[in-house]
């Protein structure tokens, strides 16, 4: 057993196990509802509380699935991603963990750490990004500063839960390098970098095998080669078989009451098909996460008393704002209120921006105010304000969207845009069309709204264009709008912060976490998503993102890491601290970044490692990505300001997985000597990271596609794996 025996109270907890008789210890294993664990009140063991979930404390929730106390609702995922920035994510998610505490609740079912794989996917908005080492980034600081609240945080879902669409029923198939290199590493960095001490597994089945009775994942990456020493819970309502799943390593089903753990655990160990060594386990598992956050002591008392304070709201609107992804510009932005006389606030999300996704994710917001509400306020009268909602956002069922004669409409906020002297239109979706439990048909935008835009921009050539959007969808007026902002869903200051954004009191401090693609057909799980005869597909392999657009030389719309300012900056020079990597090594690049612009503003240094020969596939050289991203660092800075940011790289920035060929060794024996393979690397015995040797370029750039230096770096290699104790990046 890893866990500890004592935690912040001293209390025993080899000795509390050791008195609970088998039924108590059981029932630990599985909730008793929908948000609570067992009680084991003759030894003095309260409930647990939880609750979703990623952007805002949901606490208790009625029939209906909704809160039933309000909450402070921090920006979606996928706008946390955008941010680039791990302190900010920290800011966010901390305020989270409060407010769980506020609502008696010690375990937070977030982050979600699956990876953006298609633009489809319902729940792109409550994950990061597409790459997994930004991603898993951004999870280890949300899940510090969750942890220090004294919340357990959950990383989520265990693994390939990339697709809504039968999610209980379908198998992701995926091989081992792909698994390990993209859709396992945020995981891994949650675990070796926050000390994440709680994990959900997925709906979905992994190759064929529930991932809650998956004993491989569970025993031996997990706790075995990572060293994860808190609790496996599974997502709600998911499959678990009583004995695989006891033997797998899982912990806790929810919710209650157990249908595969609980009573029907403790009949499974009376019959001898479990033993009770492994009840032990659980339950010693499952009191040391709790006793480590002080939950075994100071549960909560069951009230929610969530408090709306300026500090939370100040933090949502920052966050917000340096979320927000300038993707064009040629100088419309930032309006100046004092030079205009009039502005046309145009579109369905004028006066309803979406916040939020759909499903458990959804909170009730302390407070909702609109855009033009936001803006009216802002320009104090000076400024003559047009609101026209210019279409219906279809499957909007509000009063207001159902009441709504499009070409009417339309007509009016074409109007509106020729008389104003700018005119913003502001078009996305919503928690109907993104959301948990179906996924997205179409990368266009709902309705009419593509119309409207290419009206608007036609009757007014100053146009901005706002997208209120959680992931991507299809941009045919791109070359169209003077200016597009990527504002995503950004909580409950976002009328507020995309003001701030707008009229330049705040800069659009962020860059995209995902690739913005010309069209769906061009992705690179089209044609394998979603699921097909119960089977997820992941055919497109390592290729995910960038590194698909990039390996296939397709075009896109806008590129991985983009993000414009207002103002310039300056990248380079950059210096290594070596220009060798030896076995073991490490290396620090300074990269100097200038402000040379009029206004404050931010930078996003980007660092991407590029194999020898451009990662094509050759004898002794396995398939690697063009470029994949090893590191990065956000920096803001006053107009004039310089400084220099540093980043570390190690030898896992350079490695690939090899998974072990255990069958060459009798194939060579049946081959008899003859046609012998020179190329032992392709053969190694034994699975792991391997760094191959020789010249590699470390790319320093302001995205994926804009590279602005390059240094190489001579790599030693390792004739074995890297030691599993090894840092991630």
């Given at each position: 057993?890893?866990?500890?025996?004592t935690g912040?109270?001293?209390?025993?907890?080899?000795?509390l196990?050791?008195?609970?008789?088998?039924?108590?210890?059981a029932?630990?294993?599985a909730?008793?509802?929908?948000?609570?664990?067992?009680a084991?009140?003759?030894?003095?063991?309260?409930a647990?509380?939880?609750?979703?979930?990623?952007?805002?404390?949901r606490?208790?929730?009625?029939?209906d699935?909704?809160?039933l106390?309000?909450?402070?609702?921090?920006?979606?995922?996928?706008?946390l991603?955008?941010?680039?920035?791990?302190a900010?994510?920290?800011?966010?998610s901390?305020?989270?963990?409060?407010?769980?505490?506020?609502?008696?609740?010690?375990?937070l079912?977030?982050?979600t750490v699956?990876?953006?794989?298609h633009?489809?996917?319902?729940?792109?908005?409550e994950?990061?990004?597409?790459?997994?080492?930004?991603t898993?980034r951004l999870?280890?600081?949300?899940?510090?500063?969750?942890?220090?609240?004294?919340?357990?945080?959950?990383?989520?879902?265990?693994?390939?839960?990339?697709t809504?669409?039968?999610r209980?029923?379908?198998?992701?198939?995926?091989?081992?390098r792909?698994?390990?290199?993209l859709?396992?590493l945020?995981?891994?960095?949650?675990?070796?970098?926050?000390?994440v001490?709680?994990?959900?597994?997925s709906?979905?089945?992994?190759?064929?095998?529930?991932l809650?009775?998956d004993a491989?994942?569970?025993?031996?990456v997990?706790?075995?080669?990572w060293?994860?020493?808190?609790?496996v819970m599974?997502d709600?309502w998911?499959?678990?078989?009583?004995v695989?799943?006891?033997v797998?390593?899982?912990?806790?089903?929810?919710?209650?009451?157990?249908?595969?753990?609980g009573?029907?655990?403790?009949?499974?160990?009376?019959?001898?098909?479990?033993?009770?060594?492994?009840?032990?386990d659980i339950?010693?598992?499952?009191?040391?996460?709790?006793?480590?956050?002080?939950?075994?002591?100071?549960?909560?008392?069951?009230?929610?008393?969530?408090?709306?304070?300026?500090?939370?709201?100040?933090m949502?609107?920052?966050?917000?704002?340096?979320?927000?992804?300038?993707?064009?510009?040629?100088?419309?932005?930032?309006?100046?209120p004092?030079?205009?006389?009039?502005?046309?606030?145009?579109?369905?999300?004028?006066h309803r921006l979406a916040?939020?996704?759909g499903?458990?994710?959804?909170?009730?917001?302390?407070?909702?105010?609109s855009?033009a509400?936001?803006?009216?306020?802002?320009?104090?009268?000076?400024v003559r304000?047009?609101?026209?909602?210019?279409?219906?956002?279809?499957?909007?069922a509000?009063?207001?969207g159902?009441?709504l004669?499009?070409?009417?409409a339309?007509?009016?906020?074409?109007?509106?845009?020729?008389?104003?002297?700018?005119?913003v239109?502001v078009?996305?979706?919503n928690?109907?069309?993104?959301?948990?439990?179906?996924d997205r048909?179409?990368?266009d935008?709902?309705?009419?709204?593509?119309?409207?835009?290419?009206?608007?921009?036609?009757?007014n050539?100053a146009?901005?264009?706002?997208?209120?959007?959680?992931?991507?969808?299809?941009l045919p007026?791109?070359?169209?709008?003077?200016?597009?902002?990527q504002?995503?869903?950004?909580?409950?200051?976002?009328?507020?912060?995309?003001?701030?954004?707008?009229?330049?009191d705040?800069?659009?401090?962020?860059?995209?976490?995902?690739?913005?693609p010309?069209?769906?057909?061009?992705?690179?799980?089209?044609?394998?998503?979603?699921?097909?005869a119960?089977?997820v597909?992941?055919?497109?392999?390592?290729l995910?993102?960038?590194?698909?657009?990039?390996?296939?030389?397709?075009?896109?719309?806008?590129p991985?890491?983009?993000?414009?300012?207002?103002?310039?900056?300056?990248?380079?020079?950059v210096?290594?601290?070596?220009?060798?990597?030896?076995?073991?090594g490490?290396l620090?690049?300074?990269?100097?970044?200038?402000?040379?612009?009029?206004r404050?503003g931010?930078?996003?240094?980007?660092?991407?490692?590029?194999?020898?020969g451009?990662?094509?596939?050759?004898?002794g050289r396995?398939?690697r990505?063009t470029?994949?991203?090893?590191?990065?660092?956000?920096?803001?800075?006053?107009?004039?300001?310089?400084?220099?940011v540093?980043?570390?790289?190690?030898?896992?920035?350079?490695?690939?997985?090899?998974v072990?060929?255990?069958?060459w060794?009798?194939?060579l024996?049946?081959?008899?000597?003859v046609?012998?393979?020179r190329?032992?690397?392709?053969?190694?015995s034994?699975?792991?990271?391997y760094?191959?040797?020789?010249?590699?370029?470390?790319?320093?750039?302001?995205?994926?596609?804009?590279?602005?230096?390059?240094v190489?770096?001579?790599?030693?290699?390792?004739t074995g794996?890297?030691?599993?104790?090894?840092?991630?990046?």
């Amino acid at each position: 057993m890893t866990w500890h025996t004592t935690g912040g109270t001293g209390r025993d907890l080899a000795a509390l196990v050791a008195s609970m008789t088998l039924d108590e210890k059981a029932s630990l294993s599985a909730g008793t509802d929908t948000w609570h664990t067992a009680a084991v009140p003759r030894l003095g063991v309260p409930a647990v509380k939880m609750t979703d979930g990623p952007n805002g404390a949901r606490g208790a929730t009625g029939a209906d699935h909704l809160s039933l106390t309000t909450s402070v609702c921090i920006p979606s995922a996928s706008a946390l991603g955008a941010t680039w920035d791990p302190a900010m994510v920290a800011q966010a998610s901390g305020a989270v963990a409060r407010q769980a505490r506020e609502k008696s609740a010690r375990v937070l079912l977030a982050p979600t750490v699956n990876l953006h794989r298609h633009p489809l996917w319902g729940r792109n908005f409550e994950a990061f990004s597409e790459d997994p080492f930004l991603t898993g980034r951004l999870a280890a600081a949300y899940i510090r500063a969750v942890q220090a609240e004294g919340v357990v945080a959950t990383v989520k879902h265990l693994v390939c839960n990339e697709t809504e669409h039968e999610r209980r029923m379908c198998s992701s198939e995926v091989d081992e390098r792909t698994l390990r290199e993209l859709y396992l590493l945020p995981f891994e960095m949650a675990v070796k970098e926050a000390g994440v001490l709680a994990v959900m597994t997925s709906y979905n089945r992994l190759n064929g095998r529930y991932l809650a009775d998956d004993a491989r994942l569970l025993s031996d990456v997990l706790r075995g080669e990572w060293g994860f020493e808190g609790l496996v819970m599974t997502d709600w309502w998911a499959l678990a078989s009583t004995v695989d799943a006891a033997v797998a390593g899982l912990d806790i089903e929810m919710p209650g009451p157990g249908r595969a753990f609980g009573p029907a655990l403790a009949d499974a160990v009376r019959r001898g098909e479990v033993d009770e060594s492994r009840l032990d386990d659980i339950a010693g598992r499952i009191l040391g996460v709790f006793e480590r956050v002080g939950a075994l002591d100071d549960p909560g008392d069951g009230t929610e008393a969530p408090s709306d304070n300026e500090e939370d709201r100040a933090m949502a609107r920052r966050v917000a704002a340096e979320s927000m992804v300038l993707l064009a510009n040629d100088g419309l932005l930032p309006l100046e209120p004092s030079s205009l006389s009039s502005i046309a606030l145009i579109g369905p999300a004028a006066h309803r921006l979406a916040l939020m996704g759909g499903g458990s994710a959804r909170v009730r917001p302390h407070y909702s105010l609109s855009l033009a509400e936001a803006l009216a306020a802002r320009l104090g009268g000076s400024v003559r304000l047009l609101v026209e909602p210019g279409c219906a956002l279809a499957g909007d069922a509000s009063e207001a969207g159902a009441a709504l004669d499009d070409e009417g409409a339309l007509a009016r906020a074409v109007e509106a845009a020729r008389s104003a002297d700018v005119a913003v239109v502001v078009v996305g979706t919503n928690d109907f069309w993104e959301s948990e439990s179906y996924d997205r048909t179409s990368m266009d935008l709902p309705g009419a709204q593509a119309e409207l835009v290419r009206r608007v921009t036609a009757a007014n050539p100053a146009t901005v264009v706002v997208l209120n959007t959680g992931a991507p969808v299809s941009l045919p007026f791109a070359g169209q709008a003077r200016a597009l902002l990527q504002c995503w869903f950004g909580g409950l200051e976002l009328a507020h912060a995309l003001v701030d954004v707008l009229v330049g009191d705040a800069e659009p401090g962020g860059r995209l976490p995902v690739t913005l693609p010309v069209r769906v057909e061009h992705t690179p799980a089209f044609g394998n998503f979603p699921a097909e005869a119960s089977e997820v597909r992941y055919g497109e392999g390592q290729l995910v993102g960038y590194r698909w657009y990039q390996a296939r030389h397709l075009p896109v719309s806008f590129p991985f890491g983009h993000g414009l300012s207002y103002t310039t900056m300056r990248v380079g020079p950059v210096r290594a601290s070596t220009g060798r990597l030896d076995e073991g090594g490490s290396l620090s690049l300074e990269v100097e970044v200038e402000n040379t612009g009029a206004r404050p503003g931010s930078e996003v240094v980007q660092v991407y490692v590029a194999p020898p020969g451009g990662g094509v596939a050759s004898p002794g050289r396995p398939f690697r990505a063009t470029r994949a991203l090893k590191g990065f660092a956000k920096v803001r800075l006053a107009p004039g300001e310089r400084t220099t940011v540093r980043i570390e790289l190690n030898e896992r920035s350079f490695a690939y997985y090899d998974v072990a060929d255990t069958e060459w060794p009798e194939l060579l024996e049946r081959l008899g000597g003859v046609d012998r393979d020179r190329s032992p690397s392709f053969h190694r015995s034994e699975s792991g990271w391997y760094v191959d040797p020789g010249t590699y370029q470390v790319e320093v750039g302001r995205s994926c596609e804009d590279i602005v230096a390059r240094v190489g770096v001579e790599v030693v290699g390792r004739t074995g794996p890297i030691p599993r104790n090894a840092p991630v990046g």
